[in-house]
């Protein structure tokens, strides 16, 4: 068992930044990869981001790059996401996930832990 805390939303203007967290608790050592995910209301979990565990290899959702970047921590088993240039198009809340096997990044239903959820809100 993984336990998944996000940390960090709030509620920013546009063009605005935030830096999100997520701290991995439990048995860590089965994490595999990480990765970001939001979701607005009517609207389908989205992937945003993913990072490799052992190898810092980093995957982006076009919508988000070169604005967000993902980070992990191994030191401390934290990930991050800093978050530039946000615009109202990303508000939602978003999640923090991980993974015990490598298959599809970008496909919720691989992966295997999931937090709570922290909210972010770009007023225009």
């Known amino acids: 068992q993984v336990q998944l805390v996000e940390s960090g939303g709030g509620l920013v203007q546009t063009g605005g930044s935030l830096r999100l967290a997520c701290a991995a608790s439990?048995?860590?050592?089965?994490?595999?990869?990480m990765g970001w995910f939001r979701q607005a209301p009517g609207k389908e979990r989205e992937f945003v981001a993913a990072v490799m565990w052992r190898d810092p290899i980093t995957y982006y959702e076009d919508s988000v790059k070169d604005r967000f970047t993902i980070s992990r921590d191994n030191a401390t088993n934290t990930v991050y996401l800093q978050m530039n240039s946000l615009t109202p198009e990303d508000t939602a809340t978003y999640y923090c996930?991980?993974?015990?096997?490598?298959?599809?990044?970008?496909?919720?239903?691989?992966?295997?832990?999931w937090g709570r959820g922290t909210q972010v809100t770009v007023s225009s």
């Open positions: 439990g048995r860590t050592s089965s994490v595999y990869f």
């Open positions: 996930a991980a993974g015990r096997y490598w298959t599809n990044y970008r496909s919720a239903r691989e992966y295997d832990y």
